[in-house]
């Protein structure tokens, strides 16, 4: 399915099927551009398919501005899901990306993306121009008008507010670079969508909602089971569909409302700066996996299951029992949601055989919305049981947490807050106790840095050094932060049982590679949804490793 690798390697006649059949799947693989409209389109556009001699194919939009092109404003190319190969890919290019996006260019220039990737800024621009087509100043500039286009189109604010909520230095330059990207004006861009869409938007500014896409199948009941079943009181809400917290930005903080609806996810914003607005809608899409591409992660876990009695479902295929109806014993189903389900679907058409277990299509991994918290919340949770882990993470927050005005009354507490008091405040064993406050000294003295722009290497490499970290946790981390895709738990008490029950070999899983983390989520979800009776107690939840 992916089809881009680079600029130098895109298939003409794969790339060209995909826009002669309209094929949104391939949209945020490569952008469209047409050399006699100087317009550059998704893949899906639904105008007239342009001829043959007339296109050229661009990984990146960043590219098509760099070449002279502006965006279509029918299809919209920027408001596609982002390119899967900026996690399935762990080299400098991908992750230059996954910082962009954060905008860290827009906070610190392209000195601060060299200096957090270990590159000169010449290197970095030298690589990236030759990946993607263009340069970092390029690629953060593309991604400022993809922000600009938002702000406009979506809120009251003048225009004046919005170029620098964007990122950009001037009003001069804001206007002008929209002018280049969609060819019209900032003013008339907003007019264009207000008579489009009816004068609907907020009389508030700071409070937006967004339709964030992504691509379809999405298995929507692990995602809700997951976000609902870790959801920590006084930090986190998930009520009737809807997933509630507040999170730390670069300029404040934001409070985020997410509910999952066909094709895409309702993301409302309550924004204490707007300029927080690119780096939120980030990490969201990191934090459910919105960029992944479920048709080709499928493809490959299907052939992996060749020989096997058991297959991915259709898209739209009940994989078996409703996932609230099933509620397991274990101590990690003790939130108000129910188990993720997966069953067995009997068939006899098609050469499929009768009886073959059936596991969900577009499942997803669930990334973080913050590192540092993703790593001390995980320490605390080792070794016990979801809801006891919510409970001390809760006590956490509640006596170190920021205080905040909204629906969420507090913030994560800081690695600093962690460091001088959580020994006073978390109970347990001591050795945990003393790790957990190590981790969170490490963390507030830079000695160890967390963020999406890591190697998997070196990150795994870091957190080992720290006491209490085994490889679970390692690995746990690794694979929420970076998005890695290719990350196995076969020491998870939970993956072992699903294994069990499939019949996966854990000690050969190359078959399933790079896809292997996704290969977890379904080995987690089975044995969540077929617990064992009586004995289910003995099962550790969720994300529990056995021995590290």
Known sequence: MVVCVSANDLDFERCYRAVATRDSRFDGHFVTAVRTTGIYCRPSCPAITPKRANVTFLPTAAAAQQGGFRACRRCLPDAAPGSPLWNTRADLASRAMRLIGDGVIERGGVPALANALGYSQRQLTRVLTGELGAGPLALARAHRAHTARLLIQTTRLPMSD?????????????????????????????????RRNGDTLPATNGLLTLRLPYREPLDRSWLEWFLAAHATPGLELYENGVYTRSLRTPHGHTTIRLSIQPGHVRAALSLQDMRDLAPTVARIRHFLDLDADPVGIDEALTAGMAGMPLRLGLPGEAPGADPTAQRSNSASAASSAGSPANGVVPRTNGGVRANDIVLPAGIRVPGCLDG??????????????????????????QHLGEPIDGPIPHLFPTAEAIAERGSEVLTGPGRRIDAIVGAAKALASGDLVLHSGRTAAELRRDLLALDGVGPWTADYVTMRLLADPDVLLPSDLVVRRGAALLGVDLTSTARWSPWRSYLTMHLWKHALANPEPRASAKIEPLGRRAAQ
């Open 372 to 397: 540092p918290e993703l790593l001390l919340r995980t320490m605390i949770g080792q070794q016990i049981s979801v809801a006891a882990a919510n409970t001390h993470t809760a006590r956490l927050v």
């Open 162 to 194: 919005i170029a620098f909520a964007a990122g950009f230095a001037s009003i001069r330059q804001f206007n002008d670079t929209v002018r280049e990207v969609f060819a019209v004006s900032p003013t008339a861009l907003r007019e264009e969508s207000r």
